[in-house]
């Protein structure tokens, strides 16, 4: 822990005031818990959040949340508002996208994350989702970082590709002055300069360490966005877990899917039976706790 006056020690963020609002709001050598939906980040069970990226039908979505049920995932993802870099993409079903989801909530008992990208939106998404995902293009988009912070839904704060570990948490702190503290921080891949074609990011599994010692919000991370190959998943959420991460937000398709029908990041998602091992595996990979502490 830092004192005031010291330096912090290498490998550690200066984070000036952020820590010190922090400190106000907690011990950060503790995790703050976040519950949603009955399930709880922070605590000694790793979460995982798991679902196809986009809602493309009741059917598809139905199929893959029942997947993920099986599996032993906790809480189900998918996209009603997709942010897609080309604007002739398909952009979600919108607001029948959250009907969907509504229904498939009914149906499995499972809690929603879904993506809001426009303050406007807010209410409306907020009112179908158990958790509110800012997406990585969104992360810097201030004013929907304060309309989140207004509002009492626990967030899934992704990461943007291009934001240093501070920039992370100034976003952070965007939500929690306005009074919200129910955040996960959500490492999802950054943009380097050395990427050829093997993959869209670069997963990085140095920022968990630092960060869980940073802030007292929990840490999970998505392994499907930086790679553009499913069968990578699976061993990047080991990794995830090895490094310290407290839960993890996976794609999913159905099984025998035709991976050129879908509408939304195809190549990404892992079959149920992939599904079935990372959950199993973020079960067995051992403690949440600190590295430091975990090696004495
Ligand atoms: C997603 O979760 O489907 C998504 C678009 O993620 P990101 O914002 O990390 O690119
Ligand atoms: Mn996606």
């Known amino acids: 822990m830092i004192r005031n006056g010291e330096a912090p020690p290498v490998g550690l963020p200066d984070l000036g005031v952020l820590r010190s609002r922090w400190t106000e709001y907690r011990d950060t050598r503790t995790t703050q818990r976040v519950e949603v939906h009955g399930v709880e980040f922070g605590g000694p069970r790793r979460v995982v959040i798991a679902g196809p990226c986009a809602v493309e039908s009741l059917d598809q979505t139905l199929s893959v949340a029942r997947a993920v049920r099986e599996a032993g995932g906790?809480?189900?993802?998918?996209?009603?508002?997709?942010?897609?870099?080309?604007?002739?993409?398909f952009q979600g079903l919108g607001i029948?996208?959250?009907?969907?989801?509504?229904?498939?909530?009914?149906q499995t008992g499972l809690g929603i994350v879904t993506e809001v990208m426009d303050p406007r939106l807010?209410?409306?998404?907020?009112?179908y989702a158990d958790m509110l995902q800012i997406g990585s293009r969104s992360m810097q988009n201030f004013p929907l970082l304060t309309e989140v912070g207004r509002g009492?839904?626990?967030?899934?704060l992704k990461r943007g590709w291009s934001a240093t570990l501070e920039e992370w948490l100034c976003a952070a702190e965007y939500i929690m002055k306005e009074g919200n503290r129910q955040?996960?921080?959500?490492?999802?891949?950054i943009r380097t300069g050395c990427l050829g074609n093997h993959a869209d990011s670069v997963l990085d599994l140095n920022v968990i360490e630092p960060l869980r010692r940073a802030t007292p919000l929990p840490v999970i991370?998505?392994?499907s966005h930086s790679t553009l190959n499913w069968t990578l998943v699976e061993p990047l959420c080991r990794a995830a877990c090895a490094a310290g991460a407290q839960g993890l937000l996976v794609e999913v398709v159905e099984s025998d899917v035709d991976r050129s029908g879908l509408r939304c990041d195809g190549q990404r998602g892992v079959p149920p039976r992939i599904l079935d091992r990372i959950v199993a595996a973020a079960r067995e990979t051992g403690s949440t706790e600190l590295l430091r502490r975990r090696s004495g």
């Open 221 to 223: 991370v998505d392994p």
């Open 74 to 89: 906790q809480l189900l993802r998918g996209g009603a508002y997709k942010p897609r870099t080309n604007p002739h993409s």
């Open 122 to 127: 807010v209410e409306q998404v907020g009112s």
């Open 96 to 106: 029948e996208g959250l009907e969907i989801l509504a229904e498939v909530r009914r």
């Open 183 to 189: 955040i996960v921080l959500c490492e999802r891949g």
């Open 152 to 156: 009492s839904l626990p967030v899934l």
